[in-house]
């Protein structure tokens, strides 16, 4: 559906990619529900957060499987895109918001993969080249597949999605591997996380580990694999030949960032995100007030860590610059921007927004909310893109930020 003149002003950069895709929606710039006031976060003692960075552990092995199995670069990836993404459900509605899509009916519906995080390559470079990498505007999103409907988490991917009116509305998917072997005989392997926040900066991808921290990724560095065989082979088979699952493009981690606290509980790290102002990362917890199982039945914490100066890498070790307890529960989205916050509550269906001048506040929100990335726009209004987990129920979306109290 197309939107009236006075939105594709408002919304003149993402609007151009919706247009292009025939996805425009109406009530694109619908106000919030007023505002409620909420609880604050309070500060903790940063001291307790701390990381180490090794972005040098599969150094080895990842030069022997660049040499046998050579590379492509994004560019490349996505001239070989092979899924049709789609337009976004006539039924989804949420304030502010400024267009999205879905994926196809194969992955809206998979009841063994389920996308968790989101990133861009506006996180990558920011506003420069219109937020280009390698010639693409992307929304980048992770998942995990369990084994079977029901079963345990089995392996993790991204999914590299082009959001520009100059290509066609295609999606690719790289599966997300760890190096193993030797370097005379290198392999790969399955990486079995949720994922559930992903962050690309420079050329680097952090994708959370929920019990450690961080594996990253180097988005140069994405392998060629031979399709074929069967859905379950992975990795070196013999000689030059490997699978993946029948993927074509696999991304090996490079290294690992190893979270460290002296608090009484380990951090617990349910999504992550990029705040280019301050150039860092910020990351959240999912935890319940009570009755939890699977998860804290305590309050959750948000920590800010500092890249190294004028770095897309961590230093060998890195201080927190900001801690803090949070009043909310069942957090699957954390966002931040120039002293602001935005934290989704999935079960409660709110977005809250927190600063430490304004204090805070909470939003209607969609329901099976996930990670939240902050899109920024130099000739435009800023964005929030999220997106939702359930099944067949998976919009992928934009919203403006300043709808949501970022003003």
């Given amino acids: 559906m197309e939107r009236q003149d006075l939105m594709i002003r408002q919304v003149r950069t993402a609007a151009r990619a919706v247009l292009a895709a025939g996805l425009l929606v109406t009530g694109a710039l619908t106000a919030a529900p007023p505002a409620a006031a909420a609880t604050a976060p309070t500060a903790l003692d940063t001291s307790d957060y701390t990381l180490s960075a090794d972005y040098h552990q599969y150094d080895a092995l990842n030069t022997a499987l660049v040499s046998t199995l050579g590379t492509s670069a994004v560019h490349t990836v996505m001239d070989n895109a092979n899924h049709d993404r789609q337009g976004l459900a006539s039924s989804f509605s949420v304030a502010g918001l400024s267009g999205g899509f879905r994926f196809d009916d194969g992955d809206d519906g998979d009841c063994q993969s389920y996308p968790q995080g989101i990133t861009t390559s506006r996180d990558a470079i920011g506003t420069a080249n219109s937020g280009n990498y390698d010639g693409h505007q992307l929304v980048l999103v992770s998942w995990y597949t369990k084994d079977g409907c029901d079963g345990a988490q089995q392996r993790s991917r991204i999914t590299l999605v082009d959001w520009d009116a100059t290509y066609p509305n295609k999606y690719r998917k790289i599966l997300l591997v760890e190096p193993t072997g030797t370097t005379a005989a290198p392999s790969f392997k399955d990486i079995p996380v949720h994922a559930g926040g992903v962050s690309w900066y420079g050329d680097y991808l952090y994708v959370a580990d929920t019990g450690r921290g961080m594996r990253v990724f180097d988005m140069r560095k994405i392998l060629n694999t031979d399709t074929g065989g069967t859905a379950d082979q992975i990795g070196r088979q013999s000689g030059s030949v490997y699978y993946a699952h029948n993927y074509a493009y696999v991304l090996p981690q490079i290294g690992t960032v190893t979270a460290q606290t002296s608090a009484a509980d380990k951090l617990v790290w349910s999504s992550i995100s990029l705040d280019r102002v301050s150039r860092s990362i910020v990351m959240t917890e999912y935890t319940c007030q009570s009755g939890c199982t699977a998860y804290p ?111």
Wanted: no cysteine; aromatic share 16%.
């Fill in 297 to 407: 039945n305590r309050a959750p914490r948000a920590v800010r860590f500092p890249f190294a100066s004028g770095a897309t890498t961590f230093a060998a070790t890195t201080t927190a610059s900001q801690a803090l307890q949070l009043p909310w529960y069942n957090l699957n989205g954390v966002a931040s921007h120039n002293g602001r916050w935005w934290f989704n509550s999935s079960s409660q269906k709110k977005l809250y927004y927190w600063t430490p001048t304004a204090g805070s506040s909470s939003f209607a929100w969609v329901s099976g909310g996930e990670s939240i990335s902050y899109w920024e726009d130099a000739t435009g209004p800023d964005l929030l893109w999220s997106l939702q987990e359930p099944a067949n129920n998976r919009n992928v979306f934009a919203v403006t930020q300043a709808t949501y109290g970022g003003g």
